[in-house]
Structure formats: structure tokens, C-alpha cells
T-cell receptor
Framework: GAVVSQHPSWVICKSGTSVKIECRSL??????MFWYRQFPKQSLMLMAT?????????EQGVEKDKFLINHASLTLSTLTVTSAHPEDSSFYIC??????????????????FGPGTRLTVT | DAKTTQPPSMDCAEGRAANLPCNHS???????VYWYRQIHSQGPQYIIH???NNETNEMASLIITEDRKSSTLILPHATLRDTAVYYC????????????FGKGTLLTVNP
């Protein structure tokens, strides 16, 4: 089945530094990927839609200059948390939509999630 | 957008069927019902989706009412590993669609 990986699975960084999280679709093409954030005991909140070869689309209230997204290939999207602060500590989850050949013929594109990255900013 | 209603929590005995309800009374004609689950500290896992007809796969069954305003996810023989938050989401699923998660139902399977 379709697999999405994330790296790293967890990271601890100091306040003021930047952290890059990678999201890869391992066995399918993903023109579109999504980034979510999840705080403890809360649901997933969509942060942005990452489009291969173009700028990401951010949800309302998400700072695009703080959460830099790059989607340079059909299998890789990166999220960089710039100048991280303790309030950025969260569980970051990516997902990728399977838009390869033959997909979407029924009108639906399957979306697969990565295992998540736990970010702790000290 | 989510716009579905689920009970915040449910309990189920191991080996019994778990029936998770979802209300999506505002669903439109081209919207599907999707179910995902999230085991603690993991990414969400796709379970099943349906439009009008009942659906079954190796994980679960999805029963959609005739008026499509509600559905039930059935895990036929719940195990301890099925303890998770279950999300019911409605949406078109097309190229412009974005999965939006509500609060879901925390299903606890008890031994």
C-alpha cells in the first residue's frame, strides 16, 4: 500500500533556531501534500497545502514566513519552522494525495498520512 | 469542512462489535463519508469511505442511512489495538478537497 514517511520522527531544538521536517511519498506521486499540526488532546489542524512546483497555500492564521514549505519534487515536501519558540512545540503530520496515473478516476484521490514528527522547542 | 457530529467517547469490550455513529445531516449529493482513525501519537490511518451504498473492507463496514444524513462505522471484532480516536469526515474527495478533522470519537476497547 501507499506509504508516507516523515523525518525526523522527533526533534528537540533551542528557541530561536530553525527546524526542517521532511515528508516523502515512498511509492506514489504526490502533486499535493498537506501539513497538519496537532496539540495535545486536540484534533489535527490543517496548516497548509503544499503544491509541487508552486507556492503553498496557507490556512487562515498560519504565518507563511514562519512555516516555510517547499515541494520541489513529486515525492518530497519540507516544512521548515523558522525561529522556533516553545509555543511551536507540537506534533506535525504530513499527508500526501495519490495523484499518480490512473488515480482519481472515481472522483476521489486517496490521502495517506505520515507517522508524524514530534517537535519540542526548549 | 468537518460539520459532522460524533460522540466524544465510547467503550467496547474486546471481541465485540464496535459501532461508531456519525451525524452528517448537511451532506451534499457529491460528498463522501470518510472514516480515519488515529492511534495515540501516530498519523491518521484511512479506514473506509462511501457515498450511498454500504461498504465493507478488511478493516470495517460502513453503513450509510438511505437519506445519507448519518452513518455507522462497524468494527466487527474489536481488539485492544483498535483503541484510537475515530474521525468521520464528509467531503468531495476531488482534486481541490482538503481533509478537515473534527474532534472524533475516542474508542476504548476494554479487555
Amino acid at each position: 500500500g501507499a506509504v508516507v514517511s516523515q523525518h525526523p520522527s522527533w526533534v528537540i531544538c533551542k528557541s530561536g533556531t530553525s527546524v526542517k521536517i521532511e515528508c516523502r511519498s515512498l511509492d506514489f506521486q504526490a502533486t499535493t501534500m498537506f501539513w497538519y499540526r496537532q496539540f495535545p488532546k486536540q484534533s489535527l489542524m490543517l496548516m497548509a497545502t503544499s503544491n509541487e512546483g508552486s507556492k503553498a497555500t496557507y490556512e487562515q492564521g498560519v504565518e507563511k514566513d514562519k512555516f516555510l514549505i517547499n515541494h520541489a519534487s513529486l515525492t518530497l515536501s519540507t516544512l521548515t519552522v523558522t525561529s522556533a519558540h516553545p509555543e511551536d512545540s507540537s506534533f506535525y503530520i504530513c499527508s500526501a494525495r495519490d495523484e499518480g496515473p490512473g488515480k482519481g478516476t472515481s472522483g476521489i484521490y486517496e490521502q495517506y498520512f505520515g507517522p508524524g514528527t514530534r517537535l519540542t522547542v526548549t | 469542512d468537518a460539520k459532522t457530529t460524533q460522540p466524544p467517547s465510547m467503550d467496547c469490550a474486546e471481541g465485540r462489535a464496535a459501532n461508531l455513529p456519525c451525524n452528517h445531516s448537511t451532506i451534499s449529493g457529491n460528498e463522501y463519508v470518510y472514516w480515519y482513525r488515529q492511534i495515540h501519537s501516530q498519523g491518521p490511518q484511512y479506514i473506509i469511505h462511501g457515498l450511498k451504498n454500504n461498504e465493507t473492507n478488511e478493516m470495517a463496514s460502513l453503513i450509510i442511512t438511505e437519506d445519507r444524513k448519518s452513518s455507522t462505522l462497524i468494527l466487527p471484532h474489536a481488539t485492544l489495538r483498535d483503541t484510537a480516536v475515530y474521525y468521520c469526515i464528509k467531503g468531495s474527495g476531488g482534486s481541490n478537497y482538503k481533509l478537515t478533522f473534527g474532534k472524533g470519537t475516542l474508542l476504548t476497547v476494554n479487555p
